[in-house]
């Protein structure tokens, strides 16, 4: 059952973009849109929009990287995790809630790691993994979707995405205990 | 906001690795972090520029406005300042189906011509507007139906139900979307993040 879920994931991301291409470009040449000339015609903006984001993903990349490899959120970690291991959340999963907004690759990291450590069937496992999925990286989209129109005030979205990821955070430990637990 | 995260990042990291004595480890981590940030850009311009040439397509065949009026009524709830026929909406739409199918990469593609339609409405071009605001609450809680990158590396670590994860997963993100949509529209209307206000 969970293997032809897992079967049927697959083929769904492997048909999703064929399938979608086709649409577009089908339907656009029904309509008579000179499809050719269109795509050109967009694509080309595709240089100046990803070379834009540079100086903003710099910024962030950098000063996220700095901040781990000094070993704070070791320090951060050892802080919290008397205060919340009584309210159900495992001294094992706060690397992952910490470093979930900052960097989608180390969350990544740290998921695999603890998979292989605790086991991917275990409590702790079933956690890590739900916590991965409960949100994005944060820093890393604001900093890529400002940057890409170069908007520097950022006004409520920073703390309007940071209350996201910490209800999502906690909500996949407390349902995670309720489910596997 | 921003600026008080980035100080904050920095001099936090920097100070701690003068304690921990890291120093040349931060050196190292900032270098190949600037230098991972341009490689993920360039990597960028090659799926932008297909996604901007197929959108430009779906807009002149009527597609993207049929997805738009498809969802007016809770796309008009969502971004009252959005005009509903307005093209972002189309884009935004985009956006968010791709996300709901875990297409990565594509997503973030049509999510950035979602920015640049959203800032032909921006009269502060520096400033986010609300509807930005908005669809970055969104965008930072994505929901994915099938974590298919999760599944996998659960898969290949030995799991017997790769796919236990997707109930749980599919709750805490919409957990997520919601808390993080209903902030933004809270703080929204606070004197501190109004949107006409100079700095």
């Given at each position: 059952m ?5 079967q049927?994931?697959?083929e769904?991301?492997s048909?999703?973009i ?11 040449a029904?309509r ?6 269109s795509?050109?015609?967009?694509a080309?903006?595709?240089f ?8 903003y ?8 990287a ?11 970690i ?7 291991e ?5 001294p ?8 979930r ?8 990291g ?5 998979l ?5 069937d275990s ?5 890590l993994?739900?916590m ?20 520097r005030?950022?006004?409520h ?7 996201g ?10 349902i995670?205990n309720?489910?596997?637990? | 906001?921003?600026?008080w995260?980035?100080l904050?990042?920095?001099?936090v990291g ?6 921990t ?12 972090a600037a ?18 040439g ?8 009527g597609?993207v406005?049929a ?5 007016r009524p809770?796309?008009?709830r969502?971004?009252p300042d959005v ?5 972002a ?12 199918l875990?297409l990565?990469?594509s ?6 011509k ?7 409405l ?9 509807a930005?605001?908005i669809f970055?609450?969104?965008n930072?809680?994505?929901?994915t ?7 996998g ?14 109930g ?21 209307r606070m ?6 206000r100079?700095?």
């Amino acid at each position: 059952m969970s293997d032809s879920l897992s079967q049927i994931a697959k083929e769904i991301s492997s048909w999703a973009i064929p399938v979608i291409i086709l649409a577009i470009v089908a339907i656009g040449a029904l309509r008579r849109v000179k499809v050719y000339e269109s795509f050109v015609d967009g694509a080309k903006e595709g240089f100046t929009v990803a070379v834009k984001i540079i100086p903003y993903l710099v910024a962030i990349l950098v000063a996220i990287a700095v901040f781990r490899a000094s070993g704070a959120m070791e320090w951060m970690i050892a802080a919290l995790a008397p205060a919340l291991e009584p309210l159900g959340v495992p001294p094992e999963v706060l690397p992952m809630a910490l470093i979930r907004p900052l960097s989608g690759s180390g969350a990544l990291g740290v998921m695999s790691e603890g998979l292989k450590t605790y086991g991917p069937d275990s409590l702790i496992g079933n956690m890590l993994s739900t916590m991965m999925g409960s949100t994005e990286t944060t820093f890393y989209v604001l900093a890529v979707y400002f940057g890409s129109v170069a908007i520097r005030r950022t006004r409520h979205a920073l703390p309007a995405a940071l209350m996201g990821d910490l209800a999502g955070l906690t909500m996949a430990i407390f349902i995670c205990n309720v489910v596997f637990g | 906001m921003m600026n008080w995260i980035w100080l904050g990042l920095l001099a936090v990291g920097i100070v701690t690795a003068a304690f921990t004595g890291r120093m040349e480890e931060i050196t190292k981590a900032a270098f190949d972090a600037a230098k991972t940030a341009v490689e993920l850009c360039i990597g960028l311009i090659g799926i932008m520029a297909l996604w901007l040439g197929l959108m430009k397509i779906a807009e002149a065949g009527g597609l993207v406005q049929a997805l738009a009026r498809l969802m007016r009524p809770v796309m008009r709830r969502l971004f009252p300042d959005v005009p509903a026929d307005h093209p972002a909406m189309g884009s935004m739409l985009s956006n968010i189906a791709a996300n709901l199918l875990g297409l990565g990469n594509s997503a973030t593609a049509l999510g950035l011509k979602a920015m640049q339609d959203l800032q032909s409405l921006n009269p502060k071009k520096e400033t986010a507007t609300n509807a930005m605001v908005i669809f970055m609450a969104i965008n930072t809680t994505a929901i994915t139906i099938i974590p298919a990158t999760v599944i996998g590396l659960r898969a290949a670590a030995g799991s017997a139900q790769p796919t236990s994860i997707i109930g749980t997963t599919l709750i805490s993100c919409t957990t997520a979307m919601i808390v993080a949509v209903t902030t933004a529209k809270l703080l929204g209307r606070m004197r501190r993040f109004r949107e006409v206000r100079d700095e």
